[in-house]
């Protein structure tokens, strides 16, 4: 009974390290997306954070369901995980196919969201 509940501890703060590094690398790809107006190698920042901003947000999914299947808990988490996938994969598409007018205010979209996904943690 013991070892479950802190199997459930590990696999609850495994989720909300997920969430915290997706928050922190999206904030950090808005910080690139200033280095990329003004410098020379902005552009390759942006792109290699776009990359480690997709894997976390996998990892994310992969913390949910972790947190979801074997302990039991609530599927919700693997839905908003699974939302934040969708969104970052719209997202990188946009970015690729240059079209800053929509890139932008999702970039802004996904790291409330992903602030709100924190402050619920």
């Not at 020379?40 to 997709?54: F, I, K, N």
Request: net charge positive.
């Amino acid at each position: 009974m013991a070892t479950q509940a802190t199997a459930q501890q590990h696999r609850f703060s495994f989720l909300q390290i997920a969430i915290t590094l997706q928050t922190l690398t999206i904030f950090l790809q808005a910080v690139s997306a200033g280095l990329l107006l003004t410098s020379s190698y902005g552009e390759t920042l942006h792109g290699v954070g776009a990359r480690v901003m997709y894997g976390a947000t996998m990892l994310y999914v992969l913390a949910a369901v972790l947190a979801w299947k074997p302990g039991g808990g609530s599927p919700r988490p693997v839905r908003h995980a699974s939302g934040f996938l969708v969104l970052a994969s719209v997202q990188v598409v946009l970015g690729i196919a240059h079209i800053p007018s929509v890139h932008l205010p999702l970039g802004v979209l996904m790291f409330g969201l992903s602030v709100l996904a924190l402050a619920r943690r």
